[in-house]
């Protein structure tokens, strides 16, 4: 056991002292009404004494009132110690008289003294001093009430019978006293180190409560803080493209790709502002009757053209009306944009996205059902956790942050809703919605609710974001990677998942350069085997295989060992660089970055590329000029 020092030392002895004072007291009560009532016992063993025995049970009594009387006085806490073990002495003396008063060593009543000395140990928390003190004047009363009553030696035997258990019984008690006076220490020691982890840990869980309130906090101001420029550009940017001027090609797709990705961010922005509200309570339902089958009817329609523009069938399923609940039709829209544009995000081309509804006698499910990719068996119970993804790796095939379905249960459960998912890999996804069903006859009318504008740009914007929901629009209109563009002397291949990044790059270095482009690793191997380029622009995270490895393989191929490679990432730190410098990268760009930068750091690496190409030339030809002389000084010679 660990020894108590200091605060700890003196805060156990306050305690125990509490203790072994209020087991006093009681001791106390106890011995005031047995002692008395011990006179039936006279009145049987020895009844021609019971007047003067009950006299010394009386003056017994009187003593253990007097003790009692000092426990509670404030003046005699600091003889605490010696009135705890005073009641037993009062007893026993009195037990002794009555002994030294009949038979002495003879005289049944010492069984009383072995009594007395268990109800103390059982009933006090003495120290073993303390039981050693009390046992030691005990048996010392015990001798002197023995000679008193006459000459002892003639009971020798019976006296040392009656000391040898009085003895005994003392020893049991000063060792009990020590193995609990252990017990309690140790005990103590259990509950302060618990005491103080408890403490740590309530001061550690308002620390944690305090950092997630920040945390959320500032999520919520930067959220606000950054919908406002972005709502700055996107107001512009739409002004441009809706002026009815004639852009050039090169501006238009410029203006296009701005607007996309704005969109893009204003969505993640707007996703995050509202778990960090879910989160903090601070989310209220305007809560109305509303009929969910016209609702999502015109909520298909507002984004068919996604459907449209991927090569997606797209089509409903269920009554025109008579699904009537009690929602917000807001967050219903948010919770139902999500899920169809998820659908027609992981969809590939020519595969089909059915939303469908219909209703049970208390509830409505709404159910999203694809032919897309599908969801492994092991991540199925994990895809509602925010920022969870299924593939989080540097090889996945689809972005986005992971709030989005994170989103649709806080919603969904806000309804007093659920919301689950069923699906096999590589067939595709389900999505059900149940919500409650309104007892409410008439619904409003909200088959027009995705128009909630009112005029407002801002809102209008954000309603824009919601429908775009990171769904590549273009994806499947992007130049082959085989296909070369631009008519430039040096070879560019361009490799980038993200099909805006791939037409940003691929428009501005086709002006100078020929350019090649590839959406994923494998291709992208493919593509630098074949047109063995100049130089490489290679994003990090890329399907099938990212860009380390890619750099790596090209590195270790003769055809492309000298190629010049850019890697692109949106990592910036030591590591990362080190890491694409290990494997064979010639630069390190960090996303974002500017145009003007991509074609200074290529025409750099070209350049050096050309010196390369230049010494090795020479190298050569001064390599063929040496063995042409030693051929010469060797016909010399002969």
């Not at 523009?309 to 609940?325: F, I, M, R, S, Y």
Request: net charge negative; hydrophobic share 45%; charged share 20%.
């Amino acid at each position: 056991m660990k020894e108590l020092t200091g605060d700890t030392l003196s805060a156990y002895q306050a305690e125990d002292q509490a203790k072994r004072r209020r087991s006093s007291m009681i001791g106390c009560w106890l011995a005031m009404t047995l002692m008395p009532l011990g006179t039936a016992l006279d009145y049987m063993v020895y009844p021609d004494l019971q007047a003067r025995f009950l006299a010394i049970r009386l003056i017994a009594s009187a003593l253990v009132v007097v003790v009692y009387l000092l426990h509670k006085a404030r003046s005699c806490q600091d003889f605490m110690p010696a009135l705890n073990i005073s009641w037993v002495l009062a007893i026993n003396a009195g037990l002794c008289v009555m002994i030294g008063a009949s038979e002495g060593a003879a005289s049944p009543y010492y069984a009383g003294l072995n009594l007395v000395f268990l109800a103390m140990i059982l009933l006090m928390p003495l120290t073993w001093i303390d039981a050693l003190v009390c046992c030691g004047v005990t048996v010392l009363f015990y001798l002197v009430a023995c000679i008193a009553h006459g000459d002892p030696l003639s009971n020798l035997g019976i006296l040392f019978n009656n000391l040898y258990f009085l003895s005994l019984t003392a020893l049991v008690c000063c060792i009990a006293s020590a193995y609990l006076t252990g017990m309690r220490k140790a005990e103590f020691a259990l509950r302060h180190e618990l005491d103080n982890s408890n403490r740590d840990l309530a001061s550690s869980n308002d620390k944690l409560a305090e950092l997630v309130r920040l945390r959320a906090q500032f999520i919520a101001n930067i959220s606000h803080e950054l919908r406002t420029p972005l709502t700055l550009i996107l107001g512009p940017v739409d002004d441009l493209l809706t002026s009815g001027r004639n852009w050039d090609r090169t501006t238009a797709e410029s203006l296009g790709l701005a607007r996309e990705n704005g969109l893009r961010l204003l969505k993640l922005i707007n996703d995050l502002l509202e778990l960090v509200r879910l989160e903090d309570g601070g989310v209220r339902l305007e809560r109305q009757a509303m009929d969910l089958a016209p609702f999502l009817a015109a909520l298909v329609d507002s984004v068919r053209y996604l459907a449209d523009a991927k090569g997606v069938h797209l089509h409903t399923e269920g009554p025109d009306q008579g699904l009537v609940v009690r929602g917000d039709s807001a967050r219903l829209e948010k919770v139902f944009l999500n899920l169809i544009t998820n659908a027609l995000k992981f969809t590939p081309t020519g595969g089909t996205v059915t939303v469908s509804w219909r209703h049970h006698h208390d509830s409505t499910d709404i159910s999203v059902c694809d032919t897309g990719i599908g969801i492994p068996a092991d991540q199925l119970p994990f895809i509602f956790e925010r920022f969870r993804q299924v593939d989080g790796t540097t090889t996945r095939q689809f972005q986005g942050a992971g709030l989005g379905l994170a989103l649709v249960k806080e919603l969904v459960s806000e309804h007093e809703g659920s919301v689950h998912a069923s699906s096999q890999l590589d067939q595709g996804s389900t999505f059900t919605v149940t919500l409650p069903r309104s007892t409410d006859a008439v619904a409003a009318a909200t088959h027009s609710s995705h128009d909630v504008t009112g005029g407002d740009r801002s809102a209008e914007l954000f309603g824009i974001a919601e429908r775009r929901g990171g769904v590549a629009l273009d994806a499947d209109h992007d130049s082959d990677s085989n296909e070369a563009q631009g008519t430039g002397p040096r070879r560019i291949l361009v490799v980038d998942d993200e099909p805006d990044m791939r037409r940003y790059l691929v428009a501005g270095l086709a002006e100078t350069h020929t350019v090649f482009q590839a959406a994923d690793g494998p291709s992208a191997l493919e593509s630098a085997w074949a047109h063995q380029p100049d130089l490489i622009l290679l994003d990090l995270m890329l399907p099938g295989i990212d860009g380390l490895e890619v750099c790596t393989q090209l590195r270790a191929s003769e055809a492309c060992r000298h190629c010049k490679i850019i890697l692109l990432t949106a990592r910036g730190d030591e590591k990362a660089k080190l890491d694409a410098l290990k494997r064979g990268a010639d630069d390190f760009l960090t996303k974002p970055f500017s145009f003007v930068e991509v074609q200074t750091r290529i025409d750099n690496l070209l350049r050096a590329r050309r010196l390369e190409i230049d010494l090795q030339t020479r190298a050569t030809e001064l390599q063929t000029a040496l063995e042409q002389v030693q051929e010469t000084e060797a016909r010399l010679i002969q």
